[in-house]
């Protein structure tokens, strides 16, 4: 789950991380009360789930509140990467030495969280990562001891020279490292991380990503989620437990296992098509998931075909059946459907889709090739 | 002849009288697995079923009837502590079906593992199948035939409907291992491959994979490197969208290396074939062989 700046740095300052003070504010007059509190020019930036935010115009200077307040009025409501900006953060604009950057990420390959620093921070960082790797410090942390000290002051002085800046640089690190591993973060970033021009160290801008599977844990964390940030169809998909992602293809694909979903995508744009979604309705299916899957589905105006592929294991292929006629009884399909299923109960829900009027294939590639067909006509 | 698990294995079901447990430690049984006991805590001294004998801790389930694997249900939150509790009983194999387990807590359980030797499958993942010798997970053991192809896959049931598709034309497997779709897994596709390297009574192996990580390529470098058996690739997700997670936690397509083309491109640099669709799968294993 993604977090807002705002959101991670109120975590963050928690933790003891010096940020310059700042406040959110959902409307243009909010945004001029915040740059009033604070004599001086002010930076107001778009509270969105995407990078690139600076050059897509949603983050600007303001040298008073009424430019604060004109600035905001513009950047509410704008849209980054398809997502609405609903709110902007208002903080001091700080006058900057130097741009660093500071981040925690949990390494697959390393199999831990690593530790990552460099001296090059700031807007072109992915930048730096790939074409110059060398220029990123990495610190891999066994979590069973945490960030030891002697590693954090080695990120300190992979950062800096002034030994009050190294140490400052440390201190950041090693709360980083704790805040990230308390909220169950996969993700902890500072930046930049900067230096000001009387020697402080401060961050400017902050990131954390936490994990899903930790949300159970940490029901404040779950509270943050921004329900605006994503389409409603998301919501209602896991509000009934299935894994959904809309595309832009029409053929509108439901499927049991991540696996296989991938797969057959894969397989609709091998015969020509494109898929509508990803849907993965998941191993113990029951039949209200597949009605609320086939809603789901049905929402979308550009599904010209819906193909169902689900190989029975744990999946019993009867609940499926019933899931699709209990549907179609709620509400009428305009729409063709095609239904492969194959394994657990096969028998079962062949029995009783032939009863609803509906038939089923067992083979993978000919209901693909079908559905697609299908979708042109 | 198979890898992990055969005809000798005795195994342990961890979370035996919950609600997953239960169910597949009934199909484990009539399957022929045998199944010397289970472990919930607060139920021990009861038979599950009647016949599989439950207790509290796996330190007493190993005293008693010393098990050489055991298989994880218990519910995501207690999962990882599940873990550690089998790597400190001794135990050799741990088979993790549990989904949804902090990918902070697998930081913490794979080093505790390494230092005791333990091998750890998944987690979340369907287990593993000797065909007509053990199971141990929920791969449905009827689309299973007893052969000499070894099937390694970070998927559920696109590897049930691969499988599916080697059993209908005569190609039986050695052994299936699902490794799981988690971003920090116990047991990688390099050790599977090693393994199945080793064992006689695998001629080719079928490798399955997805969006997100390298393990495809450290695969494909392996199998370069140190195969002299046949390997024949899949990797799903060549439509995901990069940047969203594909159901499973480790199917994300970001970076360097983590599409499904950029995993297709390694493989077939190192002479691997991949298919373009699962049922190429019993052509090009023919090609092979």
């Known amino acids: 789950m993604n977090l807002h700046e705002y959101q991670a740095r109120e975590i963050l300052e928690r933790f003891g991380i010096p940020f310059p003070r700042g406040a959110v504010a959902a409307t243009a007059q909010e945004a001029m009360a915040i740059a009033e509190q604070f004599a001086g020019p002010v930076m107001v930036k778009a509270q969105v789930h995407s990078g690139g935010r600076g050059k897509a115009g949603g983050v600007k200077l303001a040298r008073n509140p009424a430019e604060a307040a004109a600035h905001a009025s513009r950047i509410i409501g704008m849209t980054i990467n398809d997502l609405p900006v609903q709110k902007v953060l208002v903080v001091p604009a700080a006058e900057i030495a130097s741009e660093s950057y500071l981040g925690v990420i949990v390494d697959r390959a390393a199999q831990r969280p690593v530790v990552m620093a460099s001296a090059a921070g700031g807007i072109d960082i992915e930048d730096v990562a790939s074409r110059t790797p060398e220029r990123i410090l990495r610190v891999p942390v066994d979590p069973r001891y945490g960030l030891l000290p002697h590693q954090a002051t080695a990120l300190g002085f992979g950062l800096y020279d002034d030994l009050a800046q190294v140490r400052a640089g440390a201190e950041i690190a090693q709360k980083l490292y704790a805040a990230f591993y308390a909220v169950g973060a996969s993700l902890a970033e500072i930046n930049p991380l900067v230096t000001t021009p009387d020697g402080r160290v401060m961050a400017l801008d902050a990131k954390l990503v936490v994990d899903d599977n930790e949300l159970m844990r940490h029901p404040e964390i779950a509270a943050l989620r921004d329900l605006s940030a994503e389409a409603p169809s998301e919501q209602q998909a896991r509000d009934h437990g299935l894994s959904f992602i809309p595309l832009a293809g029409s053929v509108g694909c439901c499927v049991n296992g991540a696996g296989l979903a991938m797969a057959t995508m894969d397989l609709v744009k091998f015969y020509g098509g494109e898929p509508a979604n990803f849907l993965d309705i998941g191993g113990s299916s029951n039949p209200e998931k597949v009605v609320a899957a086939l809603q789901i589905i049905t929402g979308d105006p550009r599904v010209r075909a819906i193909l169902f592929n689900i190989f029975g294991g744990i999946t019993r292929c009867d609940d499926v059946a019933t899931g699709i006629v209990q549907a179609t009884q709620q509400f009428p399909l305009t729409v063709p459907l095609v239904i492969r299923l194959t394994g657990t109960n096969e028998a079962e829900a062949v029995a009783i889709l032939t009863k609803a009027g509906f038939s089923a294939l067992t083979d993978m590639d000919d209901a693909v090739q079908r559905a697609v067909t299908l979708a042109k006509g | ?289």
């Open chain 2, 1 to 289: 002849m198979s890898v992990f698990i055969d005809r000798t294995t005795r195994l342990l079901v961890q979370g035996v009288t919950g609600r997953d447990g239960s169910f597949h430690t009934r199909q484990m049984l009539a399957y022929g697995t045998t199944v010397v006991a289970g472990v919930t805590p607060g139920k021990g001294g009861s038979r599950f079923d009647g016949t599989v004998p439950v207790y509290d801790t796996v330190a007493e389930a190993v005293r008693e009837t010393q098990p050489n694997a055991t298989v994880v249900y218990v519910p995501a939150a207690a999962a990882a502590s599940a873990i550690f509790e089998a790597a400190d009983a001794g135990i050799a194999l741990i088979v993790c079906i549990t989904e949804g387990i902090p990918v902070l807590d697998m930081t913490k359980v794979i080093p505790f593992l390494a230092e005791r030797g333990v091998r750890l499958i998944g987690p979340n993942c369907p287990g593993l199948i000797s065909p007509g010798q053990s199971k141990v997970g929920i791969i449905p053991g009827n689309i299973c035939r007893p052969g000499r192809i070894g099937v390694v896959s970070r998927s559920g049931t696109l590897t049930y409907e691969i499988v599916h598709q080697l059993s209908t034309h005569g190609f039986g497997q050695s052994t299936c291992v699902g490794i799981g779709g988690d971003p920090i897994i116990g047991t990688s596709f390099v050790h599977c491959l090693a393994a199945f390297q080793a064992d006689a009574g695998t001629d080719a192996v079928v490798m399955i994979g997805e969006i997100g990580g390298t393990d495809e390529q450290q695969a494909a470098e392996y199998v370069q490197r140190s195969m002299t058996k046949p390997v024949v690739a899949f990797v799903a997700g060549q439509t995901a969208p990069p940047g969203r997670r594909m159901g499973h936690a480790g199917a994300i397509a970001s970076g360097s290396g983590g599409t499904a083309a950029e995993k297709m491109a390694a493989l077939e640099r190192a002479g691997i074939p991949v298919m373009r669709r699962p049922a190429d799968v019993v052509p090009l294993l023919k090609d092979r062989l």
